[in-house]
């Protein structure tokens, strides 16, 4: 740490002084490349840190650009108040352009986005407003008391001081609650959905985020150059901008000022062979792809993982502390879940057929039934992954029904996957975070105005974060992605996790796939004492020992129809089940089940 901070102070120092040996195209050049910089830390935002390709960057800069230039120029306003009208017009354009990313994703989203970018490209070069082709010149200096900002030296400190504010801006939010679920966001949506995460306005909030970098830098860019024209916002600089972002590692915002600063001086190098340039660019992208691809910033961190494999001692997994058990549900308890005349088909195929079923609270229900009778796809339906085709779901005596997932976790449905869906790129501790942020997206203008709360309240969700590890014997795992660990230990943070959301109901899909009989007994006890402090549980499972003597009741699926529920007893008995699926060899006394279905 002490030597991070000596670091960076050299840094700022070497910063400060650079200007003092440029001569004056040299420190053209250098404000230039500051810019793509601001433009590369915006970009890596969207794309890093929030999973969403943004081909629209550099439109945002000319939107910002143009807007400083019309609003000076034709509207006569002053610089500055041009300046935060030019940011909110970018803003505004920011969330228009990421309104498709509420619908489509990768690839198809860079279609569009790009799309978008070259419309604007279109419509600047054709409209009279903004100059036509030849653009607009004449934009005023920026004024500042006390400073001559036609001078580009002076014009440096301003350009430094607002890409340092940026770029601490962005790791402020990286390394806080919203960072946190737009990366969980990017790992995987579907299970940040699961645990809370508003997608859609986080997805909004990637592409906010990109636009006010490149508004700001585009009003830079008009106070800069003075004269704004199509070209500058084309499409070349774009691919030149990813490019940058790639190179220097997209999910680090300082890999993508070092990105931006590389391949700038290189373009400075190669200014003369333009065609060489090109294939340079493109080369070095490959290369940075193939043998890189977490770009630079990405390689210590794969380095450091590397030689850990070999030398580090893994840490041991702690015993789980059963949680205090809270009050007994009274017999009579109300249904917490009530699924009524539930159907769900894909093209045609009938994966649930009219399934009926009520969970009372402080029950530990299971699920069973042979592979493909449309157990998992009830939980999507609950959990809101799938809108059923017909019938009702009610939660707490609520129809909670299509519903999405984030406002199912956050009304109190957790679950966890069959296929186990942590966020890879995350620490277990990070994973953990996630669940326990109830923080709403729409609550993002803290950051800006109320930085400090963002901190305390981010200390305090850590401190319980370090009490949730510790209960479910984490602790030595906390800092280490989940993918590093053993699968056992894997399906417990995902448990952990679940359960950090606090949720009423708990939907455990498979908790014990693929784990040994000791793993499976520890399981045991720890869903039942999950359920005694006071949370319901649903658990499908193969493992016919761990339902039989887990469960007080039991509901078998098959072929998406219910066809039997009761006790273990009653169930096992039950001839429609024997017929099903279990066959004869099932019964209260012989309850391991032939292998294949056994896993
Ligand atoms: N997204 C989907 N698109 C098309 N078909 C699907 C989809 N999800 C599930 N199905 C089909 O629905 C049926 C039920 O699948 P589901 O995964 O719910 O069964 P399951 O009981 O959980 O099986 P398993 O025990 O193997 O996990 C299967 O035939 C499956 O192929």
Redesign the pocket.
């Known amino acids: 740490m002490r030597y991070r901070i000596a670091g960076f102070a050299a840094l700022a120092v070497a910063a400060w002084l650079l200007p003092y040996g440029l001569d004056s195209y040299a420190i053209h050049v250098v404000n230039v490349i500051i810019l793509f910089a601001l433009l590369a830390v915006g970009l890596g935002l969207a794309m890093g840190v929030g999973g969403q390709v943004n081909l629209a960057q550099v439109a945002f800069f000319g939107v910002g650009a143009y807007a400083t230039a019309i609003l000076t120029t034709e509207a006569g306003l002053g610089f500055w108040v041009s300046a935060v009208l030019a940011v909110a017009a970018t803003a505004a354009i920011g969330l228009l352009v990421g309104t498709p990313a509420l619908r489509i994703q990768s690839h198809y989203l860079g279609i569009v986005t790009l799309g978008l970018a070259l419309a604007f490209t279109n419509w600047v070069t054709n409209a009279q407003v903004a100059g036509g082709a030849e653009g607009i010149s004449n934009i005023p200096v920026p004024t500042l008391p006390g400073v001559d900002l036609s001078n580009e030296y002076l014009f440096y400190y301003l350009e430094l001081i607002v890409l340092a504010g940026g770029l601490v801006f962005g790791e402020f939010v990286v390394r806080t609650g919203l960072g946190r679920r737009m990366r969980a966001m990017r790992d995987d949506a579907l299970a940040a959905g699961a645990l809370g995460a508003e997608v859609p306005m986080l997805r909004m909030t990637a592409f906010l985020l990109a636009s006010v970098y490149g508004g700001v830098a585009g009003v830079l860019y008009a106070g800069l150059i003075r004269y704004v024209a199509p070209e500058s916002f084309g499409i070349a600089n774009m691919f030149l901008l990813l490019a940058m972002v790639i190179i220097g590692g997209r999910q680090s915002l300082i890999g993508c000022v070092v990105g931006a600063v590389g391949l700038s001086v290189v373009r400075e190098l190669l200014v003369d062979h333009p065609t060489y340039a090109q294939v340079a660019y493109g080369s070095v992208v490959v290369l940075t792809v193939v043998f890189a691809p977490t770009g630079l910033a990405g390689l210590p961190r794969r380095i450091r993982a590397a030689v850990g494999r070999r030398g580090a001692v893994a840490g041991r997994l702690g015993p789980f502390q059963p949680y205090e058990r809270g009050d007994a549900p009274p017999a009579d308890a109300p249904a917490v879940l009530r699924a009524d005349d539930v159907h769900m088909s894909?093209?045609g195929?009938k994966?649930l057929d009219g399934v009926t079923l009520t969970v009372r609270q402080g029950e530990i229900r299971g699920i069973v039934?042979?592979?493909?009778?449309?157990?998992?796809?009830?939980f999507?339906v609950i959990s809101g992954l799938y809108r059923p085709t017909g019938g009702r779901v009610e939660f707490g005596g609520r129809d909670v029904t299509g519903l999405p997932p984030y406002r199912l976790a956050r009304a109190g449905i957790s679950r966890t996957f069959?296929n186990l869906r942590l966020f890879g790129d995350l620490t277990v501790r990070e994973n953990i975070l996630v669940a326990l942020d109830r923080s709403r997206t729409v609550d993002g203008w803290r950051y800006l105005l109320r930085p400090l709360s963002v901190v305390r309240g981010d200390r305090r969700l850590r401190a319980r974060a370090d009490e949730v590890l510790d209960r479910y014997g984490l602790t030595a795992f906390a800092g280490q992605p989940p993918r590093s660990l053993p699968y056992g230990t894997q399906r417990r943070v995902e448990i952990a996790r679940a359960v950090a959301a606090r949720p009423r109901l708990l939907l455990l899909d498979?908790p014990a796939a693929g784990l040994n009989g000791d793993e499976v007994r520890q399981l045991g006890e720890m869903v039942r004492s999950i359920r005694d402090s006071g949370i319901t549980v649903v658990v499908?499972e193969?493992n016919m020992g761990l339902v039989m003597s887990l469960c007080e009741h039991i509901t078998v699926?098959a072929s998406?129809a219910v066809i039997a529920e009761g006790s273990p007893a009653e169930v096992a008995a039950a001839p429609a089940v024997i017929e099903a699926y279990l066959g004869d060899s099932m019964s209260t006394d012989d309850v391991e089940l032939p292998t294949e279905v056994n896993r």
Request: proline share 5%; glycine share 20%; net charge positive.
């Open positions: 894909f093209r195929l994966a039934g042979p592979n493909g009778s449309g157990k998992t796809t009830l999507n069959q498979e499908i193969h699926l998406g």
